[in-house]
């Protein structure tokens, strides 16, 4: 290959490696693998039906402002699913202090997001990569 040839290759390839790291979202981050912000809009919508329609943690949500929930749980998942947002909300305990949840609930309410998953159609793989990303939470949301 001629030095010219081989020059432009590099520059091509250069040019396709700034584009790909320009990009809000990384090809590989599970932010993409679950849809972006229309694939969280998606889940975070079959997740609210699932809620709404349960008769064992509805009880928590009763007083709850929908839409500003709606708004909330997208970009703290985008932030946890390592895609471009800066969720701006109160942290986990800060949230959950004083709703005193069962591990039988929180354990439910992580069906129901599974549930909500499955709806979409978000693969298991990817499911489990979610849902090992939430695991950790756990202490901070149960009995507080
Ligand atoms: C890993 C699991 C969970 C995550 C990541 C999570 C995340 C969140 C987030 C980000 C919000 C704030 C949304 C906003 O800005 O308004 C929120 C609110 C809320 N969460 Fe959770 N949550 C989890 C588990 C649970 C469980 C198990 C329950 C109850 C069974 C629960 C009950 C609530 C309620 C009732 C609110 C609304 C509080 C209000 O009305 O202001 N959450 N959650």
Redesign the pocket.
């Known amino acids: 290959m001629s030095l010219v040839a081989r020059c432009q290759k590099v520059a091509i390839a250069l040019s396709v490696m700034i584009t790909v790291s320009g990009c809000q979202s990384t090809p590989t981050s599970l932010y993409h693998q679950v849809g972006e912000q229309a694939g969280l809009e998606r889940l975070t919508d079959a997740f609210i039906n699932q809620i709404g329609q349960d008769k064992?943690?509805f009880h928590?949500?009763k007083?709850?402002?929908v839409s500003?929930?709606?708004?909330?749980?997208i970009?703290?998942?985008c932030a946890?699913l390592d895609g471009p947002c800066q969720?701006q909300?109160?942290n986990?305990v800060q949230?959950?202090t004083g709703?005193n949840?069962s591990e039988y609930?929180?354990n439910?309410?992580?069906d129901l997001?599974i549930a909500a998953m499955n709806e979409v159609g978000i693969s298991h793989p990817v499911q489990n990569k979610v849902l090992a990303k939430?695991?950790p939470?756990?202490r901070n949301?149960?009995k507080i």
Do not use: E, K
């Open positions: 064992v943690v928590y949500f007083q709850t402002n500003h929930f709606r708004t909330g749980f970009s703290h998942m946890v969720y909300g109160d986990m949230i959950h709703m949840i609930d929180f439910h309410t992580v997001l939430l695991a939470m756990r949301i149960i």
